[in-house]
């Protein structure tokens, strides 16, 4: 993993994640010549870095945490910095991205390939444009066929949101998802919404599927 020296300046970090290759990016709110809210921004609108970024910030105030990950930030770590927990907080953030993922953990019909170090995902051959969070609900769904997934446990583990944060964000995503990789069954998965609870990954008979459309 490289490491970069956050005392430069918010314009040499985003000059050298465009010339070096990072694991990963901590950020911290009060930059020296800059807000490091708007550095994440940055990265992530106008320089395409896909890669994970923890966000430190003094304020524990919620609407300055949501802001954050709105803007960018995979999750937030409140001063003053507690090291086991920080490092928690990396290694939970590495696992949440694929880092520690080896490909025979997830499992999907052939017709759907995933790279896991482009973050990206074809049908058929033909590339299918996700966002990075689209991304990472995929491989979580590919990877936890048959088990059902909570709102909240989807919000912590790809948002960095605890679960009691009341949204639609997750409904949104794994819609747009499911329309995107046609996760409707016509390929052997179905993702499906269970009442009340969550989301399930479900594999299914192709020539039921088809049966059921003519009918």
């Given at each position: 993993m490289n490491e970069y020296d956050r005392s430069?300046?918010?314009?040499e970090l985003r000059r050298a994640t465009q010339e070096q290759r990072f694991d990963f990016l901590i950020i911290d709110w009060r930059l020296p010549d800059g807000c490091g809210m708007d550095v994440v921004a940055h990265l992530r609108q106008n320089d395409g870095w896909r890669g994970p970024i923890l966000f430190i910030t003094a304020s524990q105030n919620e609407e300055d945490v949501v802001t954050a990950l709105e803007q960018g930030a995979d999750d937030f770590l409140a001063k003053p910095l507690r090291p086991r927990e920080l490092i928690a907080r990396v290694s939970a953030l590495g696992r949440r991205v694929g880092?520690?993922?080896?490909?025979?953990?997830?499992?999907?019909?052939?017709?759907?390939?995933?790279?896991q170090e482009e973050h990206s995902i074809s049908i058929a051959?033909?590339?299918?444009?996700?966002t990075e969070r689209e991304y990472?609900?995929?491989i979580l769904f590919f990877s936890k066929v048959g088990e059902l997934l909570t709102r909240a446990y989807l919000l912590e583990l790809v948002w960095g949101i605890k679960g009691s944060v009341s949204t639609r964000t997750v409904d949104t995503h794994?819609?747009?998802?499911?329309?995107?990789?046609e996760l409707d069954g016509r390929h052997g998965l179905r993702l499906r919404s269970v009442y009340q609870s969550g989301?399930?990954?479900?594999?299914c008979s192709?020539?039921?599927?088809?049966?059921?459309a003519n009918h």
């Open positions: 430069g300046v918010a314009s880092y520690e993922t080896s490909a025979h953990a997830i499992a999907c019909p052939d017709i759907f390939a995933i790279n051959g033909n590339y299918v444009a996700l990472r609900l995929a794994v819609s747009r998802l499911r329309r995107k990789l989301y399930r990954m479900e594999v192709i020539s039921s599927v088809e049966q059921a």
